[in-house]
């Protein structure tokens, strides 16, 4: 009996995905609840899994192709092991190879298309490796003599010489949903807010004492290092509260606060970047921050984050520093109206009580919708960072 496969429902706002890769070949057995194709979206990836024991019988959608939600792509014919034990293979689909029929194929030095199968469902048998083996080679084709040239024929000019330099290839490869999607976005954001960027520094000394002080306590307890983007959503968290502004949206002629906060972090996945969401920051601790975003960037490596983690943020951190980034301009993701940038610590001389010291220090950067937001506030709101980045005890004990 065959059975469809069929695009399923992902999430309200996706309509169409793309065929990533099929993980089965046609004619090949798959068990049930077992990965056939992966399918990608312009959030996730996710893997289609067989409804049943069989073998995967037609592929209507290659891969790379796009395809609506609830639009069959595919077929398995379930296994009957009493009456069918596989299903007929298609005539473009090569031989389904037996393991014994494996060790002949390579005992006698042969490839599975070079031998004709004729097992139930295309299978290729030992006997058949052992059939064509011992068959004796066909006779040589005489070759056709030459036809003498005419006269008349003008000769064959030279091939062109390759150009100086090497080849100059070119490869056009379709964008992913996932980056197409963020380039809808970034355009967005682009046309519809008044995006406006300050900036202000951190010395870092503070914070990197108190890691290094707490880091092998922090590591036995909680089983994870203690990283410096705690210390910043915690600090963004602090400065959110004081300037709610940076913590709303724009609908229509309405300003939306919210009286929580839903902090987007930045993370970098195989596919593109991805915002995974950390719901109600206020209410975590730094460990509880820290195995959070582990685990975001652990699954956005591996294409496993959920749709409903990746919607809904209030306000967004991206930090460019991990990469080597001394300074730039992060883009708004829209609705939000404010998203604030982190870069490289790098040691620099900086006037500290009329001396000048070296320090390790950090360009932070707030780019936020100037629609909402006054540039008094947006200032103000990085110069709170600052101070509690620059002496985290403020967070504890909200000064």
Known sequence: MAVELM??????????????????????????????VEIETDKVTFELPAPADGFLA??????????????????????????????????ETPATVMPAARRALAAHGLAAEEVPASGPGGRLLKEDVER????PPAPPVPPVPATPATPATPPTPPAAAPAA??????????????????????VQAQQTAAMLTTFNEIDMSAAMALRKEQQEAFQQRYGIKLGFMSFFVKAAVDALKRFPELNAELQGNDI?????????IAVSGKKGLAVPVLRNAERLSFSEVELKIADFGARARDNKLELDELVGGTFTITNGGVFGSLLSTPILNPPQSGILGMHGINDRPVAVNGQVVIRPMMYIALTYDHRIVDGREAVTFLRRVKECVENPVRMLVEV
């Open 7 to 36: 695009v399923p429902e992902v999430g309200e706002s996706i309509s169409e995905v793309v065929i990533s890769k099929w993980l089965v070949e046609p004619g090949s057995f798959v068990a049930k609840d077992a990965p056939v």
């Open 58 to 91: 037609t592929i209507l959608k290659p891969n790379g192709s796009a395809a609506a939600v609830g639009e069959v792509i595919g077929s398995l014919q379930e296994a009957d092991t009493a009456a069918d034990p596989a299903p007929p293979t298609p005539p």
């Open 132 to 135: 064509h083996a011992a068959a």
């Open 165 to 186: 330099g090497g080849p100059r290839d070119t490869e056009t490869v379709p964008l992913t949903p996932m980056r197409r999607r963020i380039a809808e976005r970034l």
């Open 256 to 264: 939306v606060y919210h009286h929580y906060y839903d902090i987007g």
